[in-house]
């Protein structure tokens, strides 16, 4: 299993606090962990939420704990992070003892994803942003979070985030894939973007994916608790030292901040070239959040 990385950085052996709730050193996408990962036995009623980094995916899965707690008031709190490529390869072994619906979170594309979660039919929310604000946002994060490689400028993050040398590969190669996929069974994509315009809406939406029947007066408290403020407010709380990095504006359109014209030129290319006229493309509404 090969995750692209930076030409310059080589592979990634990051370490943070992260506390959810466990407070621990991890080790990020380790090459033992990769090894292991087929190791993980989905289940039916498993959440699982794939997403390209930096599109939003810790704020949903804040609105899925939330979910989760408030329909299912019995299951206790894990002390895994949710993030399956990332911790010690043990791991998989102590998910067996997690109660159902655990949340499975994954940066990884399709074609890595472990087999048991199309096996066991386990059904899929796959997170997409803006490929500019996400843009925007990843190179944010490697300038910002101690102990991940930065860059010396926006212009050498964007070459090579445009060129697929990020960590995780090409934002736009994995929506082409993601796109093939679009109407699979089990399979459901929702953007950043739509949990901005609605978080009533999307919760409700989220909701009926996962099989969970909030009232209507769950529904309006959870998306009340869970605006990206709410949640900005608690990111220390809830996530240790990078907390106020990985959730940093929550804003739609910071990509003008520091996109060139002939930066916005060559993405716009890209985009049709990939894109365009596809269902996830359409999704993405490049149009109305994309152009100057």
Known sequence: MVVHTSSRKGIWNLRWQHTFPLSTALSVCS???FQALENLEARRDDVVLVSYPKCGVNWL??????????TIQSKPV????????????????????????RILAIHLNYDYLPRSIFKNKAKILVL???????????FHFHNNVPNVPSYSSWDEFFSEFMNGKVGWGSYFDRAVIWNKHIEDENIMVITYEDLKEDLTASVKQIAEIFGFSPTAEEIQCIAE????????????????????NLFRKGVVGDWKSLFTEAQNQEMDAKFKECLEGTKLGAKLKYDVYCKA
């Open 31 to 33: 090459a033992e962990m």
């Open 61 to 70: 899965i804040h609105i899925l704990s939330d979910l989760i707690l408030t």
């Open 78 to 101: 894990s002390t895994e992070l949710p993030f399956i490529e990332c911790g010690d390869p043990d791991k998989y072994q102590r998910m067996k003892h997690i109660p159902s619906p």
């Open 128 to 138: 997409f942003q803006n490929p500019k604000d996400t843009a925007v946002s990843f």
């Open 225 to 244: 608790n869970a605006t990206f403020q709410a949640v900005k407010e608690k990111a220390h709380e809830t996530h240790g030292v990078v907390g106020s």
